[in-house]
């Protein structure tokens, strides 16, 4: 219990005094109009409240990620609760708070665009193609799982009947202006599931007599398949920690916004709350079985299945009842159709950024959309069992590039003089865990089974090949930075 106590303790630290450094270093102008006023088009440029933004903004990015990815995590052992929660203080929470700062000042631009104007018109180009790819592939596997959830539930409903009513609602969530659907619905989906969580921790807490995994019982690695911690832990938990999808997410949000000021709270804060609910569940995951050891032997009984939502199903019904019963439905079934709909959003957006179309008329989104639409239904039809293996590494990858984009941006920054010697190498905040997702990205392809699956003898090349692109990559910054400073600009 005192690890996990420990743990939201310094989550809520976590928010309070270092994302207020990092609104510093980015230097937030309250007066400055945002792209939510400048560009308001009753569609996606839409003023929003900003408790409003928050539980969209936490919808977005949370749905099952935090859940799911948190209890695969806890199988690694306590370990999982230090990088959930020092990946979300100095590595999630910094990435969402830039993708969304700097895509609002940048007039609400989607990802792709983001990352292009830092980084170069080639990788642009790749950005473009990797979001596309991964939206296509969220929103296919978001409709497809829940549709197959909803036959088992409604037999008398066939799983292409549900497949039509979830394709229908992710047509009109596309669609439509994003206050008469997403903004109506979202907060209260968004809602149960904080209070689905919030429910979880008290019972855990104060009602059940389980024990809890603690980091006294040591950091050793306890998943029983023969994989390291480093790099598998690191990308098993993604959306408690980092996530690149929240990338593609926070654009959204950035042209609702009205004041600068909402920013710390909307994407840092957003984030805090996401590792607050990870580190629920994977407590939850690694306590209910009588500890590590049992949920193992759980996940042996049902070898094949998804054990992440056997643990959600078993955790709301033991512990809430009816309620949780109810409330675990919601959570395995609304959570993924809610980033789903979003994703293909998103998609569309970036589709729209890179035609620069005007999304004011219907005609013009439906021109963008319909293709999506058919690549999405279309797809639906493909087993993606293996392809998807690959999202996990992909959704990091794209979390480390968009790090080193804010890097770029904070750099550009300082050099302008828009950051005072005080707060001289600012661009360390994005830079560092840049570096560390560097590491994990590259090590990870070369040793997880998705990957060349290197053999235990000869895993040190994995991560020797790992360190190398990261020095190369450093190397690189430190290059461009020098030459940036010497040829464009005077340093301040």
Same mark, same amino acid.
């Given at each position: 219990?005192?690890?996990?106590?420990?743990?939201?303790?310094?989550?809520?630290?976590?928010?309070?005094?270092?994302?207020?450094?990092?609104?510093?270093?980015?230097?937030?102008?309250?007066?400055?109009?945002?792209?939510?006023? &400048?560009?308001?088009?009753?569609?996606?440029?839409? $003023?929003?409240?900003?408790?409003?933004?928050?539980?969209? *903004?936490?919808?977005?990015?949370?749905?099952?990620?935090?859940?799911?990815?948190?209890?695969?995590?806890?199988?690694?052992?306590?370990?999982?609760?230090?990088?959930?929660?020092?990946?979300?203080?100095?590595? %999630?929470?910094?990435?969402?708070?830039?993708?969304?700062?700097?895509?609002?000042?940048?007039?609400?631009?989607?990802? $792709?665009?983001?990352?292009?104007?830092?980084?170069?018109?080639?990788?642009? *180009?790749?950005?473009? =193609?990797?979001?596309?790819?991964?939206?296509?592939?969220?929103?296919?596997?978001?409709?497809?799982?829940?549709?197959?959830?909803?036959? %088992?539930?409604?037999?008398?409903?066939?799983?292409?009947?549900?497949? =039509?009513?979830?394709?229908?609602?992710?047509?009109?969530?596309?669609? =439509?202006?994003?206050?008469?659907?997403?903004?109506?619905?979202?907060?209260?989906?968004?809602?149960?599931?904080?209070?689905?969580?919030?429910?979880?921790?008290?019972?855990?807490?104060?009602?059940?007599?389980?024990?809890?995994?603690?980091?006294?019982?040591?950091?050793?690695?306890?998943?029983?398949?023969?994989? $390291? =911690?480093?790099?598998?832990?690191?990308?098993?938990?993604?959306?408690?920690?980092?996530?690149?999808?929240?990338?593609?997410?926070?654009?959204?949000?950035?042209?609702?916004?009205?004041?600068?000021? *909402?920013?710390?709270?909307?994407?840092?804060?957003?984030?805090?709350?996401?590792?607050?609910?990870?580190?629920?569940?994977?407590?939850?995951?690694?306590?209910?079985?009588?500890?590590?050891?049992?949920? *193992?032997?759980?996940?042996?009984?049902?070898?094949?299945?998804?054990?992440?939502?056997?643990?959600?199903?078993?955790?709301?019904?033991?512990?809430?009842?009816?309620?949780?019963?109810?409330?675990?439905?919601?959570?395995?079934?609304?959570?993924?159709?809610?980033?789903?709909?979003?994703?293909?959003?998103?998609?569309?957006?970036?589709?729209?950024?890179?035609?620069?179309?005007?999304?004011?008329?219907?005609?013009?989104?439906?021109?963008?959309?319909?293709?999506?639409?058919?690549?999405?239904? %279309?797809?639906?039809?493909?087993?993606?069992?293996?392809?998807?293996?690959?999202?996990?590494?992909?959704?990091?990858?794209?979390?480390?590039?968009?790090?080193?984009?804010?890097?770029?941006?904070?750099?550009?920054?300082?050099?302008?003089?828009?950051?005072?010697?005080?707060?001289?190498?600012?661009?360390?905040?994005?830079?560092?865990?840049?570096?560390?997702?560097?590491?994990?990205?590259?090590?990870?392809?070369?040793?997880?089974?998705?990957?060349?699956?290197?053999?235990?003898?000869?895993?040190?090349?994995?991560?020797?090949?790992?360190?190398?692109?990261?020095?190369?990559? &450093?190397?690189?910054?430190?290059?461009?930075?020098?030459?940036?400073?010497?040829?464009?600009?005077?340093?301040?």
């Amino acid at each position: 219990m005192y690890s996990f106590l420990i743990s939201i303790v310094a989550l809520v630290l976590g928010y309070l005094l270092y994302s207020k450094l990092v609104e510093r270093i980015f230097v937030i102008d309250p007066k400055a109009s945002t792209p939510a006023t &400048t560009k308001e088009d009753g569609v996606d440029y839409v $003023p929003l409240s900003g408790w409003r933004i928050f539980l969209i *903004q936490f919808l977005n990015i949370a749905g099952l990620g935090p859940i799911f990815g948190a209890i695969m995590g806890i199988f690694f052992g306590p370990s999982a609760y230090l990088w959930i929660v020092f990946g979300t203080i100095f590595a %999630g929470g910094v990435h969402d708070y830039l993708s969304g700062m700097i895509s609002l000042r940048k007039g609400g631009v989607s990802l $792709p665009e983001m990352v292009g104007d830092e980084l170069g018109n080639g990788v642009k *180009q790749f950005m473009r =193609l990797l979001s596309l790819l991964l939206l296509i592939l969220l929103t296919t596997t978001f409709m497809t799982g829940p549709a197959n959830l909803l036959h %088992g539930l409604v037999p008398s409903l066939s799983t292409m009947v549900w497949l =039509l009513i979830i394709f229908g609602y992710y047509m009109l969530a596309t669609m =439509l202006p994003i206050d008469k659907l997403i903004g109506r619905f979202y907060p209260v989906f968004g809602g149960v599931l904080l209070f689905m969580g919030v429910g979880i921790m008290v019972v855990m807490l104060g009602w059940h007599n389980h024990v809890m995994p603690e980091l006294t019982d040591g950091l050793k690695n306890m998943k029983t398949d023969g994989y $390291p =911690l480093f790099p598998m832990m690191f990308v098993s938990i993604a959306c408690g920690a980092i996530s690149g999808f929240h990338g593609t997410q926070s654009p959204l949000m950035a042209r609702c916004i009205t004041n600068e000021r *909402q920013g710390r709270h909307i994407f840092y804060g957003a984030m805090v709350v996401e590792g607050i609910l990870a580190l629920i569940w994977a407590a939850a995951a690694g306590s209910i079985f009588g500890g590590i050891d049992g949920l *193992q032997a759980f996940a042996a009984e049902h070898q094949g299945e998804n054990i992440a939502a056997l643990v959600v199903d078993h955790v709301s019904r033991s512990w809430l009842g009816t309620v949780g019963g109810i409330l675990a439905i919601i959570g395995v079934i609304a959570a993924p159709i809610t980033s789903g709909d979003t994703a293909l959003r998103s998609a569309r957006l970036i589709v729209a950024d890179f035609l620069h179309l005007d999304q004011r008329k219907i005609i013009k989104r439906l021109y963008i959309s319909l293709p999506l639409f058919a690549a999405v239904f %279309g797809f639906s039809f493909i087993n993606f069992d293996i392809v998807w293996r690959y999202f996990s590494w992909t959704n990091q990858t794209l979390a480390m590039i968009t790090l080193w984009t804010g890097a770029v941006f904070l750099y550009r920054q300082e050099v302008k003089g828009q950051v005072g010697a005080k707060y001289a190498y600012g661009y360390l905040i994005a830079m560092i865990p840049a570096i560390f997702m560097t590491m994990v990205s590259v090590s990870y392809i070369l040793i997880a089974p998705e990957g060349v699956n290197l053999p235990a003898e000869y895993r040190w090349i994995g991560y020797t090949v790992a360190a190398a692109v990261s020095i190369a990559f &450093t190397t690189m910054f430190y290059v461009w930075s020098r030459r940036y400073t010497r040829t464009t600009m005077q340093p301040y």
